[in-house]
């Protein structure tokens, strides 16, 4: 049976930046098919406003039923649609989430903190924007041919301040007592200099009960950009060591 893989983005990029990931399973996985979605607020989706579990009805009718795969902010989106549309998510893979911030504090912290950054977002030039934000410490694994600039150029400057608005991870109530409820097979995957997401994939990895954690050696925070044959390569064994045919509830 052919296997169908979705796939989500992260904060400023678009579906085009699985690209490289998509050509490399082509090749693992023969005959598999892809959808890479643009999340609301992004891409061909710039104009689309959604919260987060809205992201994820976005994500699941245009995605459809197979195995999720969504890193970062799309990781995070990819775990809603794992809990509201489980009937969509046979397998589901993780790269570099969270399932939230724990206090109303932290919360409202990370909320004033997206709103910051929205109003700079509408202030500054996009490529300006980029600039400062591809120079957060958590990329410093990308390259200058890694970090996808052109890609991410393809956004709106609205777009992007309503989904840290909407959908920010301020905004996201707190999913760790719920991973017990994804019966689904899932694969976290994070990078070896990712101390901070290393810790958050081993919890996820303990929550969740079909779940197991992957470390890609000598990547930062964005594995799929900065080591994709590594990545496709866990990608693909993860979803052959998985029966198909599983029933969904």
């Keep these: 049976m052919a296997q169908h893989l979705v796939f989500a983005h992260g904060f400023t990029q678009t579906a085009r930046s699985w690209?490289?990931?998509?050509?490399?399973?082509?090749?693992?996985?023969?005959?598999?098919?892809?959808c890479a979605v643009d999340l609301p607020g992004h891409g061909a989706a710039a104009r689309l406003r959604r919260d987060l579990w809205g992201a994820a009805d976005h994500l699941t009718s245009v995605g459809g039923r197979g195995t999720y795969v969504g890193y970062s902010m799309g990781g995070r989106v990819a775990l809603h649609a794992a809990l509201r549309h489980p009937e969509h998510v046979d397998r589901l893979v993780v790269i570099g989430a969270t399932a939230g911030l724990e206090t109303e504090r932290e919360r409202a912290e990370r909320r004033a903190a997206d709103q910051a950054l929205a109003d700079r977002v509408t202030r500054q030039s996009l490529a300006a924007f980029l600039e400062d934000w591809l120079s957060n410490p958590l990329f410093a694994g990308l390259t200058d041919e890694t970090a996808q600039r052109d890609d991410r150029l393809r956004n709106t400057r609205a777009g992007l301040a309503s989904s840290l608005r909407l959908f920010g991870t301020g905004t996201q109530e707190p999913l760790w007592d719920r991973l017990g409820e994804i019966d689904c097979p899932t694969l976290v995957l994070v990078g070896e200099?990712?101390?901070?997401?290393?810790?958050?994939?081993?919890?996820?990895?303990?929550?969740?009960?079909?779940?197991?954690?992957?470390?890609?050696?000598?990547?930062?925070?964005?594995?799929?950009?900065?080591?994709?044959?590594?990545?496709?390569?866990?990608?693909?064994?993860?979803?052959?060591?998985?029966?198909?045919?599983?029933?969904?509830?």
Excluded: N, Y
Excluded at 20 to 32: C, K, T
Excluded at 224 to 233: S, Y
């Design 19 to 34: 690209t490289p990931i998509e050509r490399l399973l082509a090749v693992r996985l023969p005959g598999s098919t892809h």
């Design 193 to 249: 200099h990712d101390a901070k997401f290393r810790v958050i994939g081993e919890r996820l990895a303990t929550g969740i009960a079909d779940a197991q954690l992957r470390v890609i050696d000598g990547a930062g925070h964005s594995v799929h950009l900065e080591r994709p044959e590594a990545t496709a390569d866990e990608i693909a064994d993860f979803v052959r060591r998985q029966s198909p045919d599983r029933p969904r509830s």
